[in-house]
């Protein structure tokens, strides 16, 4: 159950609450009774104290069996009715108790509008103090959805800058010159291919942070693009497969996502002709697009901020979307993209 940070809130509250209360709405009634004032505080206190105890575990208990947020009606519900119920149960047994146990004396007997009297100024008491617990609450989740939302803002803003970094990304850019400068020495015709895929590549790549979402066939047909680069320079030592259903083809996914995990297979492990490395593209029943590659980890080891998976992740969970999944075994490194149908958002519109 969660956990309240309330102690010096209750070492006050109680004493306090039973304070006034007997200073408020007991101390007449019982001048008149000759009762004693610190006899009837003592009394206040040890009721109050328990009145405040329960109620405030029914609060934890509560919170946590009505946590989510289309829960809040219910948990304002049974809320309200179990404090009542809890409040005035209390204080029917201890009126009871008082009464048949003759605390105040044997001429002071409890009637049913002193039962309804004590019932009131229980529930009194304790509305006010459940409001201060829920205020509280309230203000703390509204506070947390708001240090929420500025971080994601401030996520998102990041992870366009980190998509502008690849669309300008000097070595990338450096790559694929140096392997054109190598193709118009040794097959023209195949430089000039290799250019119309370099400018598919780039248009894309610029085209990308203009809306939020893609669809799968696009996506795939930009990374066909960007394969053939990579074909050129490594050769026998990257292999592509791919197996995506048709009805897959207009599902949407954010841009860019795929050409980043390409980017980094190619990034963390080793491309020999003898030893390719194998990227396999594929989808399950669950809607997701699987990315899977072999895992040939360098030698010397590739320093990583984790940048383009922590982007995609980020990108999901500004979209409201499930999860991205990342699995990593010995042989293998696996990512998991949900894909979105594209009726839920057929009306996402440009950024730009």
Same mark, same amino acid.
């Given at each position: 159950m969660e956990k309240l940070n309330d102690k010096w809130f209750r070492i006050i509250g109680i004493p306090l609450v039973a304070l006034l209360a007997n200073l408020l709405f007991y101390q007449n009634r019982l001048r008149e009774q000759n009762v004693l004032f610190w006899? %009837?505080?003592m009394v206040e206190f040890i009721v109050v104290g328990l009145n405040w105890e329960i109620n405030r575990l029914y609060i934890i208990y509560i919170r946590s069996r009505y946590a989510l947020r289309q829960d809040i009606v219910k948990r304002i519900v049974f809320g309200i009715a179990g404090h009542f119920i809890i409040t005035s149960l209390l204080m029917c047994g201890v009126c009871y108790v008082l009464n048949i146990t003759h605390f105040y004396g044997k001429n002071i007997h409890f009637t049913i509008s002193s039962y309804l009297y004590n019932i009131y100024m229980g529930n009194l008491f304790a509305i006010l103090v459940i409001g201060l617990y829920e205020g509280i609450y309230y203000f703390r989740k509204w506070h947390m959805a708001s $240090?929420?939302?500025e971080t994601l803002k401030k996520e998102n803003l990041q992870s366009q800058l980190d998509s502008l970094k690849r669309e300008i990304n000097p070595h990338f850019l450096f790559n694929n010159l140096s392997s054109l400068s190598s193709l118009i020495m040794e097959d023209q015709h195949q430089a000039v291919k290799f250019v119309k895929e370099l400018a598919s590549v780039y248009r894309y790549l610029l085209?990308?942070?203009?809306?939020?979402?893609?669809? *799968? %066939?696009r996506e795939m047909s930009f990374i066909d693009n960007y394969f053939h680069l990579l074909k050129t320079r490594f050769d026998e030592g990257i292999i592509l497969a791919t197996d995506i259903e048709e009805k897959y083809d207009q599902f949407l996914l954010p841009p860019l996502?795929?050409? $980043? *995990? $390409?980017?980094?297979?190619?990034?963390?492990?080793?491309? *020999?002709?003898e030893k390719p490395l194998r990227i396999h593209f594929y989808t399950d029943e669950a809607d997701n697009l699987v990315v899977i590659n072999n895992l040939q980890k360098k030698h010397s080891a590739v320093l990583s901020n984790k940048l383009g998976l922590r982007n995609i992740i980020t990108k999901?969970? *500004?979209?409201?979307?499930?999860? $991205?999944m990342?699995?990593?075994?010995?042989q293998v490194f696996q990512v998991i993209i949900p894909l979105i149908k594209p009726h839920r958002y057929e009306n996402t519109s440009s950024r730009g």
């Amino acid at each position: 159950m969660e956990k309240l940070n309330d102690k010096w809130f209750r070492i006050i509250g109680i004493p306090l609450v039973a304070l006034l209360a007997n200073l408020l709405f007991y101390q007449n009634r019982l001048r008149e009774q000759n009762v004693l004032f610190w006899e %009837n505080f003592m009394v206040e206190f040890i009721v109050v104290g328990l009145n405040w105890e329960i109620n405030r575990l029914y609060i934890i208990y509560i919170r946590s069996r009505y946590a989510l947020r289309q829960d809040i009606v219910k948990r304002i519900v049974f809320g309200i009715a179990g404090h009542f119920i809890i409040t005035s149960l209390l204080m029917c047994g201890v009126c009871y108790v008082l009464n048949i146990t003759h605390f105040y004396g044997k001429n002071i007997h409890f009637t049913i509008s002193s039962y309804l009297y004590n019932i009131y100024m229980g529930n009194l008491f304790a509305i006010l103090v459940i409001g201060l617990y829920e205020g509280i609450y309230y203000f703390r989740k509204w506070h947390m959805a708001s $240090v929420e939302a500025e971080t994601l803002k401030k996520e998102n803003l990041q992870s366009q800058l980190d998509s502008l970094k690849r669309e300008i990304n000097p070595h990338f850019l450096f790559n694929n010159l140096s392997s054109l400068s190598s193709l118009i020495m040794e097959d023209q015709h195949q430089a000039v291919k290799f250019v119309k895929e370099l400018a598919s590549v780039y248009r894309y790549l610029l085209q990308a942070n203009d809306s939020d979402l893609t669809t *799968l %066939n696009r996506e795939m047909s930009f990374i066909d693009n960007y394969f053939h680069l990579l074909k050129t320079r490594f050769d026998e030592g990257i292999i592509l497969a791919t197996d995506i259903e048709e009805k897959y083809d207009q599902f949407l996914l954010p841009p860019l996502t795929l050409q $980043v *995990l $390409v980017e980094n297979a190619v990034k963390h492990n080793s491309i *020999l002709p003898e030893k390719p490395l194998r990227i396999h593209f594929y989808t399950d029943e669950a809607d997701n697009l699987v990315v899977i590659n072999n895992l040939q980890k360098k030698h010397s080891a590739v320093l990583s901020n984790k940048l383009g998976l922590r982007n995609i992740i980020t990108k999901y969970r *500004l979209l409201n979307q499930r999860n $991205v999944m990342i699995k990593q075994t010995d042989q293998v490194f696996q990512v998991i993209i949900p894909l979105i149908k594209p009726h839920r958002y057929e009306n996402t519109s440009s950024r730009g």
